[in-house]
C-alpha cells in the first residue's frame, strides 16, 4: 500500500526536517508539504540539520498549494488530533485501525487475484496539521478515520514529529515492520560430538574432587547431559567448561591430566 504523509501549513522548518527523519527510520519517503510558512523550507539551515541525514526525503518532497494536490492517488485518508470532534469522522486508536486497514486490504487481494494486487491503486495518506492550531474542520471532514494517539489525558500534547514518528512506526508495524538486527553475528552452537567430549571431561574432573562416585553415578551426568542440551551451548562455551574442568583436575594432583580430545 502506497504511503503518504501530508504537513498541512507547517510552521517550523526543524519540524519537517524531523519529520523527514522519522519517515525514514520507517522506511517511508513520500512527503507532502501543504502551503507551508516558508517557501524555501526544504533548503533551510534547521530543516537540513533536524533531517540528520534524511536528505533524500527531503529531496522527494513536494509543496503543493491546496490540499486537494496533495492527496492526488491516495484512497484511505487519516487526519490526526489529540481530542476527538463533535462531528466527522470516527475517533480511532492507531494500532487497531491500521490492523484492520491491512486485514481488510490482504483479504481485497485474496478475492481480486495477484493481478489485481499488481495494479492496485490503494494509497494511504496521514494529515498532519499546523504546529499551532492542529487541523481545520474542513480537512478533518474529508478524511475516513481521526487518529488519536493513546496519551495521558492530562497531557496529551505532542511536538509533530514526534507525533508522526508514532503513527510511522504503528503502520510499519502493521505492515510487517523490520526484523531487530543484532550486533554481533549468531554464536556457533556446540555438535554432540563436542558436547559428549565436554561431558567426558567433566566427569574425569567431578570424579577427581569426589563429587562423583564413579562406583555409584546415579544419574548425575545423564542429568547433566540433558542440562547443556537445553541450555543449547555454544563452542566457545564449551571451552570454558573444558576449562574448567582441567582446572579442577590440576588441583587434584594425584589425578594425573587427561589427553586432550
Not at 485501525?97 to 486490504?105: C, I, P, R
Not at 545423564?222 to 541450555?231: E, S, W
Request: aromatic letters at 6%.
Amino acid at each position: 500500500m502506497k504511503t503518504r504523509f501530508i504537513l498541512i501549513n507547517t510552521s517550523h522548518a526543524g519540524n519537517v526536517g524531523a519529520a523527514a527523519r522519522a519517515m525514514k527510520t520507517m522506511g517511508f519517503d513520500d512527503l507532502v508539504l501543504v502551503a507551508p510558512r516558508w517557501a524555501n523550507v526544504l533548503r533551510r539551515e534547521e530543516t537540513i540539520q533536524r533531517a540528520s541525514g534524511a536528505t533524500d526525503v527531503l529531496k522527494n518532497c513536494r509543496i503543493v498549494d491546496t490540499l486537494d494536490e496533495a492527496l492526488d492517488g491516495m484512497s484511505h485518508l487519516c487526519a490526526t488530533a489529540m481530542t476527538p470532534r463533535d462531528f466527522g469522522p470516527p475517533t480511532v486508536r492507531p494500532r487497531e485501525h491500521f490492523q484492520s486497514l491491512v486485514k481488510q486490504e490482504l483479504l481485497a487481494q485474496s478475492e481480486q487475484g495477484l493481478e489485481a494486487e499488481k495494479a492496485s491503486n490503494s494509497g494511504v495518506a496521514f494529515l498532519f496539521g499546523s504546529e499551532r492550531f492542529g487541523m481545520a474542520n474542513e480537512d478533518v471532514y474529508r478524511c475516513h478515520v481521526c487518529l488519536s494517539i493513546p496519551s495521558n489525558p492530562q497531557f496529551g500534547s505532542l511536538n509533530l514529529a514526534a507525533a508522526l514518528q508514532v503513527i510511522a512506526y504503528d503502520w510499519r508495524e502493521a505492515l510487517g515492520g523490520y526484523p531487530v538486527q543484532s550486533a554481533t553475528a549468531a554464536p556457533a552452537l556446540a555438535d554432540a560430538a563436542q558436547v559428549a567430549g565436554m561431558l567426558a571431561h567433566l566427569e574425569q574432573a567431578l570424579v577427581a574432587i569426589d563429587f562423583l562416585d564413579p562406583q555409584a553415578p546415579k544419574k548425575l551426568m545423564p542429568r547433566l547431559n540433558q542440562l547443556f542440551n537445553r541450555a543449547g551451548v555454544t563452542q566457545e562455551e564449551i571451552h570454558i567448561l573444558r576449562g574448567m574442568a582441567k582446572m579442577m583436575l590440576k588441583a587434584a594432583p594425584s589425578t594425573p591430566l587427561p589427553e586432550s580430545h
